[in-house]
């Protein structure tokens, strides 16, 4: 079982940035690593995962403004936030699974984060 500690989020406004990291305790070259968030009163959804090809799957909220990435030698999960809006308020968490990531689904994600909190003030 991997452990992943969350970091980076904070309170910006409107049109703000922040990068979130997610430091893994094992490997994550082989899986597929993923951010999802959960707004209060909402469930939780998927915002971005990454392969071990690179290849990356995008909610449509943040297509454009968030990029995921991945940092194998130091086994760090990225996630740029660009021109944040006030609905990407949310807990953000990473998460590991051990198969191919096909889309956002939540399902096989064995190891999760704590979380890191990040807040859109218009």
């Known amino acids: 079982q991997v452990q992943l500690v969350e970091s980076g989020g904070g309170s910006v406004q409107a049109g703000g940035s922040l990068r979130l990291s997610c430091v893994a305790s094992?490997?994550?070259?082989?899986?597929?690593m993923g951010w999802f968030r959960q707004a209060p009163g909402k469930e939780r959804e998927g915002v971005a995962v990454i392969n071990r090809a690179a290849s990356t799957i995008y909610a449509d909220s943040v297509k454009g403004r968030f990029t995921i990435s991945v940092d194998n030698a130091k086994k760090i999960v990225y996630l740029q936030m660009n021109s944040l809006k006030p609905e990407d308020t949310g807990m953000y968490y990473c998460?590991?699974?051990?198969?191919?990531?096909?889309?956002?689904?939540?399902?096989?994600?064995?190891?999760w984060g704590q979380g890191t909190q990040v807040t859109v003030s218009s």
């Open positions: 094992g490997y994550i070259n082989t899986y597929c």
């Open positions: 998460a590991r699974k051990n198969f191919w990531c096909s889309t956002l689904g939540q399902t096989y994600f064995g190891s």
